[in-house]
């Protein structure tokens, strides 16, 4: 990380420790620092950590001495991303919300407000690395495999991380947490946040039928068999494995099934059982726009393909089309490739950004 010379960062603190780290590295290194506490969403309840949260990075602030200012963007949050989610879901796709955060929030209102605050550069925990392409930024996978967030980050526009510091991308995560320890910090054993972050921690089926009607309908085979009844195609997802509710069925073995399909046509949810999932892998998928990281390249080139976070690298061949939208076609089938959900292009360490997955082919 560059020395900071004075320069003023501001860093959105979530009062976990990657945050609270990120903000010392950069005081550490020079850097005239403030802090930036972001509230997204405005439904306060038992599953919320919201207020526990600004606490937390209150109390990072007051020992690291810097101001902590507060802004909330539940508006925004729910205009650009939330409605995206329920429509995306209502459609029987997948979406990512992070992703949508990232590119809306995050980078988007969440740094324009940071460079109204007089900030040169806006800092996060995120794991991941930023450098200069010829005068152009670049995003990098962080040195931390299994805590790299780029896949996260590739629908950002390129400009933006030209005003963006990742302190964390050279660490590992137990390093983050013994500077946390070192420095005193009361956040520094605390659990890292999962799941969506409006929802929190409770039951997502619970969430959705807020929402979304339930829209019954048959659980099948391949072969037709009826096996069940869904509570709605929205309320599943491709590759899923608990929530069901099958049970043992008479003549199959007793091996756990997965849904396959959703044929909204007919509102039935088709599930597989075990082996069966190896013939249902998708040899290519077309997605909607790329979201460019880099120059594009060439019409067709070999790229590693993400269709999830902490996915390994997929091999395949990316075909660019007209549109500036793209077929990817793999090496080996991938199973659960879902609509909705983000392919994320890699060559090497650098991310070369990412699209949605508009269908499976």
């Avoid at 780029?150 to 013994?178: D, I, N």
């Avoid at 009844?229 to 091996?255: C, D, K, M, N, W």
């Amino acid at each position: 990380m560059m020395a900071g010379k004075g320069q003023r960062v501001i860093v959105g603190m979530s009062g976990g420790v990657d945050s609270a780290v990120a903000a010392l590295l950069l005081i550490e290194a020079g850097w005239q620092v403030g802090g930036l506490y972001m509230s997204n969403w405005e439904d306060q309840d038992s599953y919320c950590s919201d207020a526990q949260d600004y606490q937390d990075a209150r109390a990072v602030a007051r020992e690291l001495g810097i101001v902590l200012h507060r802004v909330s963007f539940a508006d925004e949050y729910r205009r650009l991303v939330f409605e995206e989610f329920l429509q995306e879901y209502r459609r029987g796709r997948t979406p990512n919300p992070d992703v949508l955060c990232n590119r809306e929030i995050k980078f988007g209102a969440c740094l324009r407000y940071t460079q109204r605050l007089g900030a040169d550069w806006f800092a996060t925990g995120h794991y991941a690395r930023c450098a200069d392409d010829h005068g152009a930024p670049s995003l990098l996978r962080a040195s931390d495999a299994a805590k790299d967030q780029s896949y996260f980050l590739c629908g950002v526009e390129r400009s933006r991380f030209a005003h963006v510091l990742f302190p964390l991308g050279e660490l590992h995560k137990s390093q983050v947490r013994e500077h946390a320890l070192r420095a005193g910090f009361p956040v520094h054993d605390k659990p890292d946040s999962t799941g969506i972050c409006f929802i929190g921690e409770r039951p997502f089926a619970e969430f959705l039928r807020r929402y979304i009607p339930e829209t019954p309908g048959p659980i099948e085979t391949l072969d037709g068999r009826v096996l069940g009844r869904h509570r709605g195609l929205p309320f599943y997802t491709l590759g899923q494995r608990g929530g069901l509710e099958i049970g043992g069925v008479r003549g199959s073995a007793g091996e756990p099934w997965y849904v396959a399909r959703k044929d909204t046509l007919r509102n039935a949810l088709l599930v597989v059982q075990g082996m069966e999932r190896a013939g249902l892998g998708s040899e290519a998928l077309r997605t909607g726009a790329i979201n460019w990281l880099c120059e594009p390249p060439v019409t067709e080139f070999a790229a590693g393909v993400k269709l999830r976070y902490r996915q390994p690298d997929q091999p395949a061949r990316i075909e660019l089309r007209p549109d500036n939208t793209a077929l990817v076609h793999f090496q080996s089938p991938q199973w659960a490739a879902t609509p909705g959900q983000t392919a994320a292009l890699y060559l090497g360490e650098r991310c070369l950004g990412g699209g949605v997955i508009e269908e499976t082919l």
